[in-house]
């Protein structure tokens, strides 16, 4: 009978905690940022323009979200140095389907979001920024595994990590 009980109080937590970690990000605008910004990357490794250009239409509407309600008044100002860069080459990206293209502009992309992020301190979840020493350029990524998005196939693993961003307190 503890047996049961026990197994029910952690079926129970087990449902219980996603979903309220789920709840407590879906109202947090950086990370609709950030998990755009992430299908973004994914779709250039996978060398796939249509989705790439998808998904920064995607990362277009969260970074075009009113984030007033959500972010402090120096958060506010903090994003606002960075809204228009990152909203510059995601239209870019979201009006292309043409990879080599769309990889440019993510480079300068990349190098914003980290600055972004670095500076508000607001992700949820830990990003690892990585490098290209090919393409001489940066990107972030969810896991600690090189998965380069400015070579994809070809140059699949090419890259180290070069930075940790550590999930807001």
């Not at 323009?49 to 506010?76: F, H, I, P």
């Not at 480079?107 to 980290?114: I, T, V």
Request: charged fraction near 20%; hydrophobic fraction near 45%.
């Amino acid at each position: 009978m503890k047996i049961l009980k026990a197994l029910c109080l952690i079926l129970i937590m087990a449902l219980i905690i996603p979903s309220a970690r789920a709840s407590r990000l879906a109202g947090n605008p950086i990370d609709k940022i950030v998990t755009a910004y992430l299908d973004v990357k994914n779709a250039l490794v996978n060398g796939d323009g249509n989705t790439a250009s998808a998904k920064a239409k995607d990362l277009v509407n969260a970074l075009s979200a009113n984030t007033a309600a959500e972010l402090s008044a120096d958060q506010q100002k903090t994003f606002a140095k960075f809204r228009d860069k990152l909203l510059f080459d995601a239209r870019h990206i979201s009006s292309v389907n043409i990879v080599d293209h769309q990889r440019e502009h993510f480079e300068n992309l990349s190098a914003n979001m980290y600055d972004a992020l670095k500076a508000l301190k607001l992700n949820t979840t830990t990003l690892y920024e990585q490098y290209c020493p090919m393409k001489k350029a940066y990107w972030l990524s969810e896991t600690q595994q090189i998965k380069n998005p400015y070579f994809g196939s070809q140059m699949l693993t090419c890259g180290k990590v070069t930075a940790t961003l550590a999930p807001a307190k």
